[in-house]
């Protein structure tokens, strides 16, 4: 996780930051300062002070490989929530949930798994996705307003937000480098919010 989280979330902004400045957004010296200070939070966000197993070589590369894709799907989903006409509404953001069950459906079926989480995991299952639901619903409302470099910026702090639910929720304590991330994603925020 250490390795794949802070690539596939610096992966994850770089699209939308990309394509939205070839669009012709032009975000202000201050709002660019944040990007770049969401961009240096991640990493350290993600560090804990649990030690790390020993890995091969071949298995970082697959999962280096895997967080660079699977940031290049966030990425360009983010780009094409954005581009979503607002005479559309919600219905492609509905076609694309249904797409999405259908599709890890047929994989599980493929693989011989079953279609429902075990009982104990039904509740946090479903509830995760109503929230990435509404997360998905928050950022399309979102880049009707602002440029779409910006919130997405935005959207790639959510190692913080996972690093202050785990302290919330669970107890976790926060290593210095977490609590630097943090500080760092705060000061992200700011800068884009008044950028």
Request: proline share 6%; glycine share 8%; hydrophobic share 60%.
């Amino acid at each position: 996780m250490s390795v794949a989280s802070p690539i596939f979330c610096v992966v994850g902004i770089s699209v939308p930051v990309l394509v939205g400045v070839l669009l012709g957004e032009r975000p202000t010296a201050l709002a660019w300062t944040g990007v770049a200070l969401a961009v240096i939070s991640i990493p350290p966000l993600t560090r804990t002070d649990a030690a790390e197993g020993a890995h091969t070589r071949a298995n970082l590369q697959r999962t280096v490989l895997v967080a660079i894709l699977t940031g290049l799907v966030v990425g360009w989903f983010l780009v094409f929530v954005a581009r979503i006409s607002s005479r559309a509404g919600f219905l492609p953001l509905v076609l694309a949930r249904c797409v999405a069950i259908a599709a890890l459906s047929l994989v599980a079926l493929a693989m011989r798994l079953p279609l429902r989480p075990p009982a104990g995991a039904s509740r946090v299952a479903f509830t995760a996705g109503a929230l990435d639901s509404a997360a998905n619903v928050a950022y399309f409302l979102a880049v009707r307003g602002a440029p779409m470099a910006l919130v997405a910026a935005s959207v790639s702090l959510a190692p913080a937000t996972t690093v202050l639910l785990a302290r919330a929720t669970l107890g976790e304590r926060w290593s210095v480098s977490q609590r630097l991330g943090l500080a760092l994603a705060l000061a992200a925020g700011a800068c884009i919010s008044l950028g």
